[in-house]
C-alpha cells in the first residue's frame, strides 16, 4: 500500500485529531439576554445548509423577583452558520404544545408534530404545524441582514384528514394519536411518526403512522416482523429506504443499543439489528433523552438519561459513533462539556457537531451552543472554502451579501448569511 501523500496526511491530522474538545459558541451569557435561546431542554432541533433550527422547550426559570416559573418556550430560534449569530424568528399563531415536539425542515419550510404543554401529558397535540421561512431573492446585493431577520411569518396548521368510515365501520381513525416524544422523518414524499408517550404516566407506544403529502392522508402502518416496544424520546436515523430507531425510554427503564430496531419501508417490515461493540468499550449504555446528529452513514449520539427498576436515574457525557454498513459502535475518545441530557445535536455542512440546550448534572438548563469538529465526517471542498470565508469575513467585518457578492462569491452560498 502507497505511502499517504503530506496532503492526505495533513487532511486527516485537521479532520480526525483535532476532535478532543468543544468550543462554547458565546460563553458570555446573560439570563435575560433577547439577542439568544433562554437555556431549555426538552426542545427539538434541525438544520438545512444554512442554519439551526430550535423550537420550543421547557424552562424551569426563576424570574426576576427569584420566584420559580415553570413554563414552555413557544418559540423559533435560529443560529446562522455563517454569521454565527442567533435571532428569534418573529412568527405569529405559534402552538403551546412546544416541549418534547417533533421536528424537520424541507426546503425552508419547518413542520413541527406533536409535543405538550406544561404540566406534562395534560394537553398534547397530534396536529403538524408549519412554518415558511423562504426569504425572496435580494432585490439589491446590498440589502442588509437587519431587513432580512424582520419578515414576519405565521404558524399554519397543516390541514390533514383520516379516511372517513361509516358509522358500522369497526375501522379504527387512522390519526395518530395526541402523544409526545415522537419520531418524525420524510421519505420521498411522505412523513412518518413513530412511537410516543401518550401521557406522563402511560407507556409510551411503537405506533407508526405515515402521512401521504399528496393527499395530506393519514394512513396507521401495520407492519410485519420484530416490532420495537413503545418508547419515547428515541431517536431515528435515515438510510436510503430504512429508518433505524436507536434507544428512547419507557416507564421504568432505557432501551439498550446492543440491537437496534430496522423499518423497511418499501416492505412494511420491522426487523431487529444486532450491532457490533466497541472491541474495548463493548456497548453504550441504555440511554434515552440522548443526543443524535447524523452524516450521511455517520451517526454520533451524545449523552443521554440511563435508568431501569434497579438503576437510578444517571446522566451521561459520552460520545458514541455508529456506522450504518457495519453497525459497529466506537467510543470517541471527546466527550461532552458536562453529563447532559433532553439536549439537542445536528452535523453542520462544514463536519461540524452543534450540541444545544439540556439539563446538567444540577438540573441547571444549559443556555449554551458548544461545536466540535467530528471525526469521521469530512465535507466537500466547498464548505471548507466557505467556512473558512466566513470566519475571514467576520473578523474583518464584512460578511455581507453585498461585500460577498463583489468577491464573485457564488449566490448559491452568498443567500445562507441572514
Known sequence: MAAKTDLATAVEKHFCSSTVRFRNIHPKYKPYDKKRPKGRSGHCMCADESDIYIFGGYSPMDDRNGVRQS???????????????????????????CASSSIAVRNKQVFVFGGTGYPFGQIMSNTINTLKLNVPALQAAGESMFDKQKMKHTWQLLKTRAPSFSEDSEEEDNTPPPAYGQSLMFHKNALYIFGGAIGYYCEAVSDLHKLNLN?????????????PSGRYKQEVVLDNDRFYVLGGGRLHYA??????????????????????????????????????????????ISGGRHYSAD????????IWHLHLDTFQWKKLKMKLPDALYFHSAIVSPSGHMYIFGGVHRDGFRAPYLYKIRLPH????????????????????????????????????????IH
Not at 438503576?311 to 459520552?318: A, G, K, P, Q, T
Request: glycine letters at 6%; charged letters at 25%.
Open 255 to 300: 432501551e439498550g443499543l446492543d440491537k437496534i430496531y430496522a423499518y423497511d419501508i418499501a416492505h412494511n417490515h420491522w426487523s431487529e439489528v444486532i450491532t457490533k461493540p466497541d472491541p474495548e468499550h463493548g456497548y453504550p449504555r441504555p440511554r434515552c433523552s440522548f443526543g443524535c446528529a447524523q452524516d450521511g452513514k455517520n451517526v454520533y
Open 71 to 97: 413554563r414552555v418556550l413557544p418559540e423559533l430560534w435560529r443560529f446562522n452558520f455563517a454569521s454565527q449569530k442567533w435571532s428569534q424568528v418573529d412568527a405569529d399563531n405559534t402552538p403551546i404544545t
Open 215 to 227: 393527499t395530506l392522508c393519514w394512513e396507521r402502518l401495520r407492519p410485519t416482523g420484530r416490532i
Open 311 to 318: 438503576v437510578e436515574h444517571r446522566s451521561l457525557m459520552d
Open 377 to 416: 465526517t469530512m465535507p466537500k471542498l466547498a464548505e471548507i472554502c466557505w467556512e473558512k470565508l466566513c470566519v475571514i469575513s467576520r473578523v474583518q467585518k464584512v460578511l455581507t451579501a453585498g461585500n460577498l457578492t463583489e468577491m464573485g462569491v457564488p449566490w448559491n452560498l452568498v443567500d445562507r
